[in-house]
């Protein structure tokens, strides 16, 4: 396996509400970075945190927001929840530096009703 | 113009036969290309990056053809294990990873 782990795996949320998804990232990784997948789509770009600090970000709203701590690991938080944001969210691990290969966790599945 | 496109498929192929998907990408900058594997349910695994100069894994060859930007794999002797939904992935050289939606194979017995 990848050595990233993301929690909760599976998660159902009103219309409103607040969720903050976590990942822990593979050892020796210091890069975070987030997707969302919705059902027949390939994966989002959210946005990427490399030392604490994120340094880019896709085409989602401020209402989607993160950290990465001390050891890496890292937490989204989507506040205002819309129904369209029912998705598998996935967390991607990789070393620094661009073009390295980026290894994901087994996702966390996310209903909102 | 989508910055990475793929055949969505599905593409119902025999067990045993050769199977080819392509991949266009818009940026002409790209630096970077993967192909990576995802199972229903499941988050995607990497099958194999893909070198200029084309790399080979077992029954899997990846190519990449810079001048009319697009990227191939090539499966050859499919097996029914080789049934997923394949991911095009490029990187511009920033943060960014760019995904395709995925081409379906399924291979039938």
């Known amino acids: 396996e990848t050595g990233v782990t993301q929690s909760p795996t599976h998660l159902i949320k009103t219309r409103g509400q607040q969720v903050t998804l976590r990942c822990s990232s593979q050892?020796?990784?210091?890069?975070v970075s987030w997707y969302q997948q919705a059902l027949g789509q390939g994966p989002q770009f959210i946005f990427q945190?490399?030392?604490?600090?994120?340094?880019g970000r896709g085409n989602f709203p401020p209402r989607f927001s993160g950290l990465q701590f001390p050891n890496y690991s890292s937490e989204l938080n989507v506040n205002a929840l819309e129904l369209e944001d029912s998705a598998l969210y996935l967390c991607?691990?990789?070393?620094?530096?661009?073009?390295?290969?980026?290894?994901f966790g087994e996702g966390s599945w996310l209903t909102v009703v | 113009r989508k910055e990475v496109e793929q055949d969505p498929g599905p593409f119902n192929v025999p067990e045993g036969a050769t199977v080819a998907f392509n991949c266009t990408y818009s940026?002409?900058?790209?630096?970077?290309f993967f192909w990576y594997r995802q199972d229903c349910r499941k988050e995607p695994k990497l099958l194999m990056s893909?070198?200029?100069s084309g790399n080979e894994d077992g029954r899997f060859t990846a190519q990449l053809n810079r001048a009319s930007q697009y990227i191939s794999l090539l499966i050859r002797d499919s097996k029914l294990s080789d049934s997923a939904t394949y991911l095009c992935?490029?990187?511009?050289?920033?943060?960014?990873?760019?995904f395709g939606t995925g081409t379906r194979l399924k291979v039938l017995a």
């Open positions: 050892s020796g990784h210091n890069t």
């Open positions: 940026n002409s900058a790209s630096q970077s």
């Open positions: 992935v490029v990187n511009g050289g920033t943060y960014k990873y760019i």
């Open positions: 893909v070198y200029s």
């Open positions: 991607a691990s990789s070393v620094g530096g661009t073009g390295n290969t980026i290894y």
């Open positions: 945190y490399y030392r604490e600090e994120e340094n």
